[in-house]
């Protein structure tokens, strides 16, 4: 019939389009920024993700936040991913990040209801991130890595508002420490070199930073050596136990004196087989698998010290730290599979305590030993340095900082004003938009500490004119020269956030459609009637 609509989709998805569909997308975006910006900055508040089994995580870490949420939204899950990205390239500011792209959004909603269309603002979000990109760059201040002093205050602004704020001078001066004791040619290999082991049951100040590795794990015998110096280390990644034929065969004994002398054969050859990794010249053995009683003893009898069940992550480390070669067939070790070290030793009761490795020339490898009176502690505890350690590798690489207390986004947002003036078009509002979002942060910040973010906002454009670097100190409530409080931020965290929320702002304003199916349960199926229960096709 003449007028008949033509269905060309399913008619079962969930089709919505034009403004209809971009404001859905837009309300999402602000939906995950407004859940995560109580956490902005050090007077922010935690969040408590409880799961499925009932244990709790009590953090302000935005990527932690938004992992633990399990979104289910499309667009909220692209929030998601530009804090997973802020978080992997930069190390911090993923609240920041979120924040922002909320921020932006909801500036853009409010033009495209005046009439301005996406692709306009798009381009004006385009201009106005490079600008601020360049913005940032003019502002930075050059630092070095010999400046301790300005790679502590980077760590204590990281960890300001964190559950161990109280310790932050102590945390601050390990992760210093622990970064430039791993630093080569200028850059600084957190995840490999820089090890952190947790030890609840003490107190957080106890905190240590040891030069080598620490396992969990305690020596085989307690008559084995507690200490080795200069250890010869093999790594044995496999079972070191006496082996069962793999296939079934039989013999018969015929008298008490056979059984004897099967019974010392099987012990000669096993015996033969630990021999081989003692030849080396091994004083030390870690194995990743089971290392059965007899062979424990056996060692013992030799004076070597040995530990099993190590897992694969601490294998790799210590097979890095000295040098060591991971050996799976242990009728192949030879001394060239060695590693070295200063010392090893076990601290702590026998069948409790931890193997410490020291000294490990091969490699700068070191260990933060975590402690606090609990797991959920010691858990905080390695979030916050995580996070400092990454800002401090940011700044030990690029070697630039920026103010902080929202000095910087105030810079940008007033550089952006002056900037939009150059376009004579319909970008200059989306310029100008983008400026007025970027006064979200400190504004939150304010907030989040029990000030007016409006008055904020009013007093820092005000101060910024005199005081290039003036930010807000939220524990004075005083606005003042950021740069001489010791307030300061990496520069590639700040030039990253405005990336990751500007390209995630653009993406969401680029959707005018959306074809959503329904989600299908699988079918419950009885466990005897499942396809596996089958044998061949049924028959």
Do not use: W
């Amino acid at each position: 019939m003449v007028g008949q609509p033509a269905i060309i989709t399913d008619p079962r998805k969930e089709h919505t389009q034009g403004k209809q569909a971009l404001f859905a997308n837009i309300g999402a975006a602000k939906a995950v920024a407004n859940i995560v910006k109580t956490t902005l900055g050090p007077k922010g508040m935690d969040k408590m993700l409880v799961n499925a089994v009932g244990d709790i995580v009590l953090t302000n870490d935005g990527a932690m936040i938004l992992k633990g949420m399990e979104i289910e939204n499309p667009t909220a899950k692209m929030i998601v991913e530009i804090a997973k990205t802020q978080e992997d390239i930069a190390g911090d500011g993923t609240t920041s990040a979120a924040v922002l792209a909320g921020s932006l959004l909801e500036k853009a909603e409010e033009l495209v209801i005046s009439g301005v269309h996406p692709t306009v603002i798009i381009k004006g979000f385009l201009a106005a991130s490079g600008k601020a990109s360049e913005i940032l760059d003019n502002y930075a201040v050059d630092v070095t890595k010999e400046n301790k002093d300005v790679l502590l205050k980077i760590a204590k602004t990281a960890i300001a508002g964190k559950s161990v704020e109280a310790y932050g001078d102590h945390i601050a001066k390990l992760c210093v420490d622990a970064a430039l004791e791993v630093a080569v040619n200028g850059k600084v290999n957190v995840k490999d070199n820089i090890l952190i082991t947790q030890d609840p049951g003490h107190k957080i100040s106890d905190t240590e930073l040891l030069e080598g590795l620490v396992i969990n794990k305690a020596r085989l015998h307690s008559a084995m050596p507690a200490i080795v110096e200069n250890p010869k280390i093999a790594l044995v990644a496999s079972d070191v136990l006496v082996q069962k034929t793999r296939n079934k065969a039989t013999f018969q004994i015929n008298s008490a004196e056979q059984l004897t002398q099967f019974a010392a054969q099987e012990e000669a050859d096993y015996e033969k087989l630990l021999d081989t990794i003692i030849a080396t010249g091994a004083t030390v053995v870690v194995g990743t698998k089971n290392i059965d009683q007899y062979a424990a003893d056996y060692f013992q009898k030799k004076r070597i010290f040995a530990i099993r069940r190590v897992n694969e992550e601490d294998m790799k480390s210590i097979s890095k730290a000295t040098g060591a070669h991971i050996v799976k067939n242990i009728a192949d070790i030879t001394e060239k599979d060695l590693g070295t070290a200063g010392i090893i030793e076990q601290i702590g009761a026998f069948d409790l305590g931890k193997t410490y490795i020291r000294e490990c020339h091969n490699s700068k490898t070191v260990t933060l030993l975590l402690k606090g009176a609990t797991e959920h502690v010691t858990d905080n505890l390695e979030r916050t340095i995580d996070d400092a350690l990454q800002v401090i590798k940011d700044v030990i690489e690029d070697e630039k900082i920026v103010p902080g207390g929202g000095a910087s986004e105030i810079e940008v947002a007033q550089g952006l004003r002056a900037f939009a003036s150059s376009f004579g078009g319909r970008e200059q509002l989306a310029i100008t938009a983008f400026a007025e979002a970027m006064e979200v942060i400190p504004r939150e910040i304010a907030v989040n500490a029990g000030m007016d973010g409006i008055d904020t906002i009013l007093a820092l454009r005000a101060k910024h004119s005199e005081i290039k670097n003036a930010g807000l100190d939220v524990y004075t409530g005083d606005i003042s020269d950021s740069l001489e409080k010791g307030i300061v931020d990496p520069l590639r965290v700040k030039k990253q956030a405005i990336k990751s929320a500007s390209e995630v702002a653009n993406m969401v304003l680029r959707v005018d459609d959306m074809l959503k199916s329904q989600r299908k349960e699988m079918m419950d199926v009885n466990p005897e009637h499942n396809i596996h229960n089958y044998d061949a096709l049924g028959l």
